[in-house]
């Protein structure tokens, strides 16, 4: 987590975990419901996401699943190039952002694939 945040910027910080949560049941039930196990090309760059937010990856969720998890992690992205961090935390929200689109693409990559 980012100490280096405004508290306005906790409000967005909870939004883009609230997407990023989102995107990973959502991500997690495709890849439950495909067993050739093609959504684990994904892993690396959802892990990085969470490591990076401090958010636990594989926790239960309960609210409504995505049909588009990419489109989250991009909107996600969107709302972390807008944070106001000081220049200690510029690496940290660059990296979270890169992190969020690199998901994004390894997800849409997937379900290209598997759409062939």
Known sequence: ???T??????????????LVTRAEASVEALETAAP????????FSRYRVCELL???PYEP????????PAGLLDEAA???????????????????????????KDIRMVAGAREV
Not at 7 to 13: F, L
Not at 36 to 43: F, I, Q, V, Y
Request: glycine share 8%; aromatic share 6%.
């Open 1 to 3: 987590m980012n100490k």
């Open 5 to 18: 945040m405004s508290g306005n910027d906790d409000q967005e910080r909870s939004e883009v975990v609230e």
């Open 36 to 43: 050739n196990g093609s959504w684990a090309m994904t892993a």
């Open 54 to 56: 401090g958010v636990t």
């Open 61 to 68: 969720y309960a609210g409504e699943l995505a049909d588009d």
């Open 78 to 104: 969107a709302l972390v190039d807008q944070f106001d961090v000081s220049l200690e935390g510029l690496s940290w929200r660059l990296a979270l952002a890169d992190a969020l689109r690199s998901a994004a």
